[in-house]
Nanobody
Framework: QMQLVESGGGLVQAGGSLRLSCAAS????????IQWYRQAPGKQREWVAT???????TYADSVKGRFTMSRDNGKSTVYLQMNSLKPEDTAIYYC?????WGQGTQVTVSS
């Protein structure tokens, strides 16, 4: 069974940037749809971004224009570049592909 490992989270001030990574334990060439989700304290998990095929991306309205999702099939890794971070972006961020969730990485944005 495939495993996913997220990394890149941390503590950042509002307005700052972070780049999250999600490394898969096997090739992702055949995985068409890959997504990022996040879960803030006391809230339900919510969708953040999707990448389809070679690079068609869609984003939640709350992050559109600030976050960019990409994939590197050669490295079996997907990325989430997060700019202009806001305190409301504070959450655990998870990647999801092929019915598999990663363990998540914590992002904390201070005001």
């Amino acid at each position: 069974q495939m495993q996913l490992v997220e990394s890149g989270g941390g503590l950042v001030q509002a307005g700052g940037s972070l780049r999250l990574s999600c490394a898969a334990s096997r090739s992702i060439f055949d995985i068409n749809v890959i997504q990022w989700y996040r879960q803030a304290p006391g809230k339900q998990r919510e969708w953040v971004a999707t990448i389809i095929g070679g690079g068609i991306t869609t984003y939640a309205d709350s992050v559109k224009g600030r976050f960019t999702m990409s994939r590197d099939n050669g490295k079996s890794t997907v990325y989430l570049q997060m700019n202009s971070l806001k305190p409301e972006d504070t959450a655990i961020y998870y990647c999801y592909m092929a019915n598999t969730w990663g363990q998540g990485t914590q992002v904390t944005v201070s005001s």
